[in-house]
Nanobody
Framework: QVQLVESGGGSVQAGGSLRLSCVASGSIFRINAMGWYRQAPGKQRELVGAIRSGGSTNYADSVKGRCTISRDNAKNTVYLQMNSLKLEDTAVYYC?????????????????WGQGTQVTVSS
């Protein structure tokens, strides 16, 4: 089965930086896109940013200019570099993947989620 494992979360002071990593493993035929979502207490889960197979990216307005998504295709890994962190960035961050399993003759699309990693920004 496909598994997404996040790492890199933790506690950091406002203005600091963190880099989150997510590794996808299992019977993966093709990754179409990977990204990051977050959910703060009392709020709905929201998109932070995503990167498609061709390299195009998109970000939430609240993090644009402070966060950068990158990808290592050979390692099935996506990264989220976060700079100038604010108190409002405190949330559980979830890795997401839009990928296919199977083969050329029989592809099976699916959406997959990691378990989440906590990011806490303090003053």
């Amino acid at each position: 089965q496909v598994q997404l494992v996040e790492s890199g979360g933790g506690s950091v002071q406002a203005g600091g930086s963190l880099r989150l990593s997510c590794v996808a493993s299992g019977s993966i035929f093709r990754i179409n896109a990977m990204g990051w979502y977050r959910q703060a207490p009392g709020k709905q889960r929201e998109l932070v940013g995503a990167i498609r197979s061709g390299g195009s990216t998109n970000y939430a307005d609240s993090v644009k200019g402070r966060c950068t998504i990158s990808r290592d295709n050979a390692k099935n890994t996506v990264y989220l570099q976060m700079n100038s962190l604010k108190l409002e960035d405190t949330a559980v961050y979830y890795c997401y993947a839009d990928l296919d399993t199977g083969s050329y003759a029989y592809t099976i699309p699916g959406d997959y989620w990691g378990q989440g990693t906590q990011v806490t920004v303090s003053s």
